[in-house]
């Protein structure tokens, strides 16, 4: 069950790493899960929370990274040193580093991908957001209730309530994430190859509207 | 330099290593206060190779005793520069905590 929760919140890291290294990834997560589970339940859970908290972490770093909005801290680290400023190769600035990293020529996805990486990111972001809030409820009813069926009953009713209210803020990330890896892709790629711009230069040939066109011969 | 990458090409700077190695490596490096988790550290790796301090070993010339499909990483020229560079730094850092903390005490 975590193995898939975590299968499931790779995709939220760009697809070049997750299709590379998913499977690495993976498996260094079971392993960390086997070590923790010698130490006990608490730390299988706290390990499993930290393994998915890495990802999301990771891939909100990508992101931005994508979006060009990390700041370099190495060149931020040799600033302070006139020393290792001076040792620091060029390739830190070489204009490798301006180059978009994605491939120019990958085209912009189809509404089926669209709608299927909208479909996983909301979610994984509807399990994680309802486990938030369905461990918070019960933590603060933890003292009230006595049996571990009536935490069990109490969660259970619970569930239906919190994924509804959670469902909102869900397709709210599914869409920055998703937008914004799109945003991404479309950045990268040659103008003419984006459908989107397509259609505005079409527009921009044809002249304005007829409206406007109407308006402006009077 | 993020600590992360730091210790990352530390670990690779003696001989080439696969991923579940550099963790290994690094836990036992920084005394087990550095964990890198699977994302981290295959993010790193690759950001590390897009910045040209680490590259990818070829299959033909990975070490012969270890069967499977780990990819296995060695640090360049650059990155040898680089860790250096920063080595230094923070050499220089320590010596003048040290300098000023003796200072405050005489």
């Known amino acids: 069950m975590t193995v898939s929760i975590y299968r499931l919140a790779l995709h939220l890291l760009p697809a070049k790493l997750r299709i590379k290294h998913g499977a690495s ?7 960390e899960l086997d070590r923790a589970r010698e130490k006990g339940a608490a730390h299988v859970l706290m390990t499993s929370a930290l393994g998915l908290a890495d990802v999301m972490r990771r ?45 120019p020529n990958i085209p912009l ?26 461990y918070v409820f019960g933590s603060r009813q933890l003292s009230q209730l006595k049996s571990v069926g009536d935490v069990a009953t109490a969660l259970l009713l619970a569930t239906p309530f919190t994924a509804a209210m959670t469902i909102p803020m869900a397709v709210f990330v599914a869409v920055i994430v998703v937008f914004a ?38 | 330099m993020k600590p992360n990458w730091f210790y990352i ?59 499977g499909r780990e990819r296995f990483y060695r640090i360049t020229r650059m990155g040898r520069v680089a860790l250096e560079a920063e080595s230094s730094r923070m050499e220089s850092l320590v010596r003048a905590t040290r300098t000023r903390l003796a200072l405050g005490e005489s």
């Not at chain 1, 680290?77 to 400023?85: I, K, L, P, T, Y």
């Not at chain 1, 509404?111 to 994680?128: C, E, K, N």
């Open chain 1, 109 to 134: 996805p189809t509404p089926r991908q669209l709608l299927r990486q909208l479909t996983v990111t909301f979610v994984v972001a509807l399990l994680l957001l309802t486990s938030a809030l369905l």
């Open chain 1, 25 to 31: 990834m993976e498996v260094l997560y079971l392993r």
């Open chain 1, 181 to 218: 890896r799109l945003g991404k892709t479309e950045r990268s790629t040659p103008r003419s190859d984006s459908r989107m711009v397509f259609a505005h230069s079409r527009r921009r040939q044809c002249g304005p509207p007829p409206v406007l066109q109407y308006l402006h011969s009077l």
């Open chain 1, 59 to 103: 891939s909100v770093y990508e992101l931005q990274r994508a979006a060009g909005l990390t700041i370099n801290d190495f060149n931020g680290a040799s600033n302070r040193s006139h020393q290792s400023q001076h040792l620091l190769p060029s390739v830190l600035h070489s204009p490798r580093d301006k180059r978009p990293m994605t491939n």
């Open chain 2, 9 to 67: 090409l530390l670990s690779v700077s003696a001989a080439p290593r696969y991923g579940t190695a550099i963790q290994d490596d690094v836990r036992e490096l920084s005394d087990g206060n550095v964990r890198l988790w699977p994302a981290t550290l295959y993010g790193s790796l690759e950001e590390l190779v897009e910045k040209q301090l680490l590259e990818e070993v070829p299959e033909e010339e990975r070490p012969q005793e270890i069967s």
